[in-house]
């Protein structure tokens, strides 16, 4: 465990980022997909599905009674009695890996294959040897004694900001954790664990019980829980995220020799590999020689005066067209 828990820098609610952290984790033949179409057949045709992962602007709680959650009911004993991993969230760019890891570490080949309230016939998770080391040595912690030890963790933390967007202006660091601003996002994970379908909230006290539900009926059991969360926020909020936990595709599509889908699926994983090495890279050096280039260039031809000029005037009229904007406004609300 790391001595320093600070640094956990945002990362983007995207499959191809998610399928690539839990990756270098050491997580096998698991990926995520992006669930665009609100219904049960979209989860279903990804089977097998551990669960999912759901993104939505934060609203504070308009109520200060923490007896009881907004929807379902807290499940007080489940983590003790049933080995369910639940971490409380205890820094707050971190809720994106602890909702991942809330559905990967309830559904590893350590768990037992009934704790999920199925026959067995379930896919379990290989989580690999660096998070059974974690999960083994957290067993037994209270929820946030685990969300420090997940803070605290080097190679979750590493592995986690390796995948955040190169910038050098930006020291996410410095933010203090406990203030939340009005465009704060927060990540939730969802899955089956004994039976029951819960919602594994860092920012709750407890894991949330949704009722009866095994990884078969998920699919359909999920979606009115989804919905009902959705119908908090306005009719016009549409920033939502859904992403299903799930068995490697490219997997599937040997087994039942679909070569389309083959085909298709290494595609994916191709552009998915582009994209994150474009998220690594610091583009300010390459920017810069660019600039440079376009410079000498405008000497070169005698016309660099003429264009510094052009857009000092050009960023003058967006000035005053600016001002006069505000100054309607105000003579609006007076």
Same mark, same amino acid.
């Given at each position: 465990?790391?001595?320093?828990?600070? $640094?956990?820098?945002?990362?983007?609610?995207?499959?191809?980022?998610?399928?690539?952290?839990?990756?270098?984790? @050491?997580?096998?033949?698991?990926?995520?997909?992006?669930?665009?179409? #609100?219904? &049960?057949?979209?989860?279903? &045709?990804?089977?097998?599905?551990? $669960?999912?992962?759901?993104?939505?602007?934060?609203?504070?709680?308009?109520?200060?009674?923490?007896?009881?959650?907004?929807?379902?009911?807290?499940?007080?004993?489940?983590?003790?009695?049933?080995?369910?991993?639940?971490?409380?969230?205890?820094?707050?760019?971190?809720?994106?890996?602890? &909702?991942?890891?809330?559905?990967?570490?309830?559904?590893?080949?350590?768990?037992?294959?009934?704790?999920? @309230?199925?026959?067995?016939?379930?896919?379990?998770?290989?989580?690999?040897?660096?998070?059974?080391?974690?999960?083994?040595?957290?067993?037994?912690?209270?929820?946030?004694?685990?969300?420090?030890?997940?803070?605290?963790?080097?190679?979750?933390?590493?592995?986690?900001?390796?995948?955040?967007?190169?910038?050098?202006?930006?020291?996410?660091?410095?933010?203090?954790?406990?203030?939340?601003?009005?465009?704060?996002?927060?990540?939730?994970? =969802?899955?089956?664990?004994?039976?029951?379908?819960?919602?594994?909230?860092?920012?709750?006290? =407890?894991?949330?019980?949704?009722?009866?539900?095994?990884?078969?009926?998920?699919?359909?059991?999920?979606?009115?829980?989804?919905?009902?969360?959705?119908?908090?926020?306005?009719?016009?909020?549409?920033?939502?995220?859904?992403?299903?936990?799930? $068995?490697?595709?490219?997997?599937?599509?040997?087994?039942?020799?679909?070569?389309?889908?083959?085909?298709?699926?290494?595609?994916?994983?191709? &552009?998915?590999?582009?994209?994150?090495?474009?998220?690594?890279?610091?583009?300010?050096?390459?920017? @810069?020689?660019?600039?440079?280039?376009?410079?000498?260039?405008?000497?070169?031809?005698?016309?660099?005066?003429?264009?510094?000029?052009?857009?000092?005037?050009?960023?003058?009229?967006?000035?005053?067209?600016?001002?006069?904007?505000?100054?309607?406004?105000?003579? #609006?609300?007076?």
């Amino acid at each position: 465990m790391a001595e320093d828990a600070a $640094g956990w820098s945002t990362i983007e609610s995207d499959e191809g980022v998610f399928t690539a952290l839990i990756e270098q984790l @050491g997580v096998q033949d698991v990926q995520f997909e992006e669930i665009i179409s #609100l219904d &049960a057949e979209s989860i279903r &045709a990804l089977s097998p599905v551990y $669960g999912v992962i759901f993104l939505f602007k934060y609203l504070s709680p308009t109520s200060t009674d923490r007896s009881k959650p907004q929807d379902g009911t807290y499940d007080t004993q489940t983590v003790e009695d049933d080995g369910l991993f639940f971490a409380a969230q205890t820094i707050q760019n971190a809720c994106g890996t602890q &909702a991942i890891l809330s559905v990967i570490l309830n559904n590893d080949t350590t768990s037992n294959p009934s704790s999920s @309230g199925g026959d067995g016939s379930h896919d379990r998770i290989k989580i690999g040897p660096s998070l059974s080391e974690f999960k083994e040595f957290t067993t037994g912690f209270p929820s946030d004694l685990r969300g420090e030890a997940l803070s605290n963790s080097q190679m979750i933390r590493e592995t986690h900001n390796s995948f955040a967007r190169s910038s050098p202006f930006a020291d996410e660091t410095q933010k203090d954790p406990t203030q939340l601003s009005d465009e704060v996002y927060h990540f939730i994970g =969802y899955t089956t664990h004994h039976g029951k379908l819960f919602e594994l909230d860092g920012l709750q006290p =407890y894991p949330i019980s949704h009722g009866y539900c095994t990884p078969e009926s998920f699919p359909e059991k999920i979606i009115p829980v989804l919905q009902r969360r959705i119908e908090r926020y306005p009719a016009d909020e549409v920033r939502f995220n859904l992403m299903a936990v799930c $068995g490697d595709l490219r997997k599937k599509a040997e087994l039942f020799g679909d070569d389309s889908m083959l085909e298709r699926e290494k595609r994916k994983r191709k &552009a998915w590999e582009w994209e994150n090495s474009l998220r690594r890279h610091n583009f300010v050096g390459f920017t @810069g020689e660019v600039l440079k280039g376009v410079v000498a260039e405008m000497i070169k031809k005698g016309k660099y005066e003429g264009w510094v000029k052009e857009a000092e005037d050009s960023t003058r009229k967006k000035l005053e067209q600016r001002r006069s904007r505000g100054l309607a406004e105000e003579q #609006l609300q007076e």
